[in-house]
């Protein structure tokens, strides 16, 4: 299915855009294909949520993990298998926690703090496929994503007996999972990529 999604609209892009090259055409590809992957993903994640009665939690817990994770950025699964079974462990498997498990304020402000220093350590991550080569855009990435984790902290400690501050606390654990080295080397993917390109401030 795949397949015959990215070869039909290859070809229709190739028909009505002539002139563009193939690194043009690779990067259209590369970006349909996410695209389908992402969605495809999302069809069975909210499917499995919406079958275990958790879709509320898995789509709150989904938000606040992609608030984070717009600026810290993170790593990606090498096949889109791995991808999805990471994706319904984090997703599925925090809404369950979410709904199920009264976590202590004490536990998730451990949590929380410890996913604040390493988010402060390690934001921005990228990708092999997408390195962060411009100095000064990686600068502005780790300045926003530790405002918006200690925007977290705070309202984490304010709604410390509701849902709202567990929703927050997994979301920015999760997140902060996505860029730390370790996980990078336990899926074996190179870490700090920007490293191997020629600085960029522009």
Not at 192 to 201: D, I
Request: with cysteine; glycine share 4%; aromatic share 14%.
């Amino acid at each position: 299915m795949k397949k015959r999604f990215l070869e039909f609209s290859m070809n229709n892009i190739k028909k009505k855009y002539p002139n563009y090259d193939e690194d043009k055409l690779d990067e259209i590809a590369y970006g349909l294909e996410a695209i389908y992957l992402t969605f495809t993903k999302t069809i069975i994640i909210f499917a499995l949520a919406f079958i275990l009665g958790i879709f509320k939690d898995m789509l709150l817990l989904l938000i606040f993990y992609n608030i984070i994770r717009t600026t810290a950025f993170g790593m990606h699964a090498k096949k889109s298998i791995h991808c999805l079974i990471i994706s319904s462990i984090m997703f599925i498997g925090g809404g369950l926690l979410c709904k199920y498990v009264d976590i202590n304020i004490y536990v998730k402000l451990i949590i929380s703090l410890i996913s604040f220093i390493c988010l402060i350590k390690y934001a921005p991550a990228d990708t092999y496929k997408r390195p962060l080569i411009n100095v000064k855009k990686r600068k502005i990435y780790k300045i926003i994503t530790i405002i918006t984790s200690s925007i977290y902290l705070i309202l984490i400690i304010l709604f410390r007996n509701d849902i709202i501050s567990t929703y927050l606390c997994l979301g920015l654990l999760e997140a902060t999972l996505m860029i730390h080295p370790l996980i990078y080397r336990m899926f074996q993917l190179p870490y700090n990529n920007y490293k191997n390109y020629n600085v960029s401030y522009s």
